[in-house]
């Protein structure tokens, strides 16, 4: 196979050359590009990497692609919602997820930002056209998952990958595999345990190579209460690596549901929580903890499905830590904000700018939870929030009337979920149903009308 130009000065580390190497193979996948690294400075302070790709003309070299009918080839079997554009943006930014250390992260932003840009000349949709969405609907104009399409897959090579950060929705976790969605795109990959691209395609393609390479949960047998973990805005489910191991040895199957928080709706990420609950295998139980945004999202999947159907799973309990319950004071301060919505995305804005049209949406959980806030012990409060506060949800925003047990923990906001306190009080809650004893319960009742 011919390989694409590489017009560009020598790299002088050892790194760069075997990143170079990698970004030529990845690119190459697909179509003929001539992609040039411009410019390397190599520096006291920074390392900086300017990659240019260009699209030349029509494919000179093809592949036949797992999953291919014989005699057809990449190009045409690419899964029909990616277009030209779409397919280098895909790549582009695989490549900026694959480069690791901290000198690398400007150049991660630089060229996510580019792989952002050609998506959306491709036509994709976009967090501005999810903002005038109204509360309950679902920004996403991607079809549902479908089974029972035609698996159309693409040529894959196994490697490693960062597991899904702001851009990757999960919609079939089993025994630490699972299938997402990119949220930019509309395709999806297939991760195993140690979030190696195992392949990736539509939909049907990934659901049917995880039956052939991961046919079971291996803890469906023996563990059958399942407690899945809905982390905040702007996080991943990484910030569950300090809790999710007490949970496994206190006997739970843990599930890590991990979400694109920035890149769509509570309509959205309820959808895809919807899709995992289904898909889990030999549960008889399930609990929630969720972090901030995640509460919101069990309770907007909630309200969609208040009524249990015959073979789901009961609903045992929920932790509610930091939750935006009664909205976000902070967010509706950046009403208007178009930075806050870049940032924040679609569910951020309806924290602020359309909070009205989804609160009324969003189910009291009718089985036991427990809240906890944040900011006890903290030196320093946020002055833009009225009382007391975690630095971004005030404690009167927590509270959810219904809950049966209450605590105010020493924690910041972002960083609950790794916290001692929290993690020892989410423990004995999801045991017990109360944070400590049943005589020291807190319960937030429901106001009484005069």
Not at 400 to 412: E, I, Q, W, Y
């Amino acid at each position: 196979m011919a390989k694409p130009s590489l017009g560009m000065p020598p790299i002088r580390t050892a790194d760069g050359c075997v990143k170079r190497l990698r970004t030529a193979q990845r690119l190459e996948w697909h179509t003929t590009f001539r992609h040039d690294v411009c410019k390397v400075l190599v520096g006291r302070k920074r390392h900086l990497v300017t990659a240019i790709v260009q699209l030349e003309g029509e494919p000179e070299h093809r592949k036949h692609v797992s999953g291919a009918p014989e005699g057809r080839t990449d190009e045409s079997h690419r899964p029909q919602f990616l277009g030209r554009k779409g397919t280098i943006a895909v790549e582009v930014y695989e490549m900026a997820n694959h480069m690791t250390g901290l000198w690398i992260a400007f150049v991660h932003g630089a060229v996510a930002i580019f792989a952002t840009v050609l998506i959306a000349c491709a036509g994709t949709a976009s967090a501005g056209e999810a903002a005038d969405s109204p509360g309950t609907a679902r920004a996403s104009n991607y079809p549902d998952p479908d089974p029972t399409e035609k698996p159309e897959g693409s040529f894959n090579i196994p490697r490693d990958t960062t597991g899904g950060t702001q851009f990757w929705t999960d919609f079939v976790i089993r025994g630490g595999w699972r299938i997402q969605r990119n949220e930019m795109t509309g395709h999806y990959r297939l991760l195993d345990e140690k979030n190696i691209r195992q392949g990736w395609g539509n939909y049907a393609f990934c659901l049917r190579e995880l039956d052939r390479l991961m046919p079971t949960d291996p803890q469906a047998a023996d563990r059958r209460h399942v407690v899945v973990l809905l982390h905040g805005l702007g996080r991943s489910r990484t910030c569950w690596d300090a809790l999710a191991p007490r949970l496994e040895r206190d006997g739970y199957r843990v599930v890590p549901f991990g979400y694109a928080s920035t890149r769509g709706t509570l309509s959205d990420h309820a959808f895809a929580l919807d899709h995992v609950l289904r898909h889990l295998e030999r549960c008889e139980r399930v609990s929630f903890v969720g972090h901030s945004l995640g509460n919101l999202v069990v309770r907007r999947s909630l309200d969609e499905h208040s009524a249990l159907l015959p073979g789901e799973p009961k609903r045992e309990r929920m932790v509610m830590l930091g939750p935006p319950n009664l909205g976000a004071q902070m967010a509706r301060r950046m009403k208007g904000s178009r930075l806050f919505g870049l940032v924040a995305g679609a569910a951020g804005e309806q924290l602020s700018d359309r909070w009205r049209d989804v609160e009324p949406h969003l189910a009291t959980p009718d089985f036991e939870f427990g809240v906890l806030a944040g900011g006890a012990d903290l030196a320093v409060t946020n002055p833009l929030i009225d009382g007391e506060n975690d630095l971004i949800v005030s404690v009167e925003e927590t509270r959810l009337p219904g809950a049966s047990d209450f605590r105010h923990v020493g924690a910041g906001h972002t960083f609950m979920p790794e916290n001692d306190e929290v993690i020892i009080l989410t423990l004995h809650f999801l045991k017990t149903g109360c944070f400590e004893t049943p005589e020291l319960r807190q319960p937030i009742e429901a106001p009484v009308d005069p």
